[in-house]
């Protein structure tokens, strides 16, 4: 029992020194502000958080989003075809196949497979 505390305090004892040292070395300048601002994408860090963004482009991504989980969905019926009742199976795979159509359609009605912006 002696031997697992005693090996507890010298491994904290390491791990700190080690994040001391490391934290004494490093070349980090606290007083850069604008290193220590995270990236954002593109945004520049230093100017105003509430400026306008293309809606086009939030909108293609939450379509990429939706088809992405809806094949994501899919792959596990193709492992699964010859596990299961082919009736279940096939009612599922239709029930897909049509919300990734409907879906698609849906994107096609409301332009949004448009990058270019039309005037």
């Known amino acids: 029992m002696i031997i697992l ?5 010298i ?4 791990s700190n020194l080690f994040m001391l040292i490391s934290f004494i070395i490093s070349k ?6 604008e290193k220590c601002s995270p990236f954002e ?3 520049d860090p230093m100017s105003l958080a509430r ?3 293309s809606l086009h482009f939030f909108l293609i991504t939450v379509i990429f989003l939706i088809f992405d ?11 699964t075809f010859k596990m299961v009742n082919l009736y279940i199976w096939y009612k599922t795979s239709f029930f897909f ?3 990734i159509l409907i879906g698609t359609y849906h994107e096609w009605n409301q332009n949004m497979s448009n990058w270019m912006k039309s005037k």
């Open 5 to 9: 505390l005693l090996m507890s305090i």
């Open 28 to 33: 980090k300048s606290f007083l850069d502000r």
């Open 11 to 14: 491994t904290i004892i390491i």
């Open 69 to 79: 989980v809806e094949i994501v969905l899919i792959f596990p019926l193709i492992m």
């Open 97 to 99: 196949i049509i919300m």
């Open 41 to 43: 994408c593109g945004f």
């Open 51 to 53: 400026i306008p963004f």
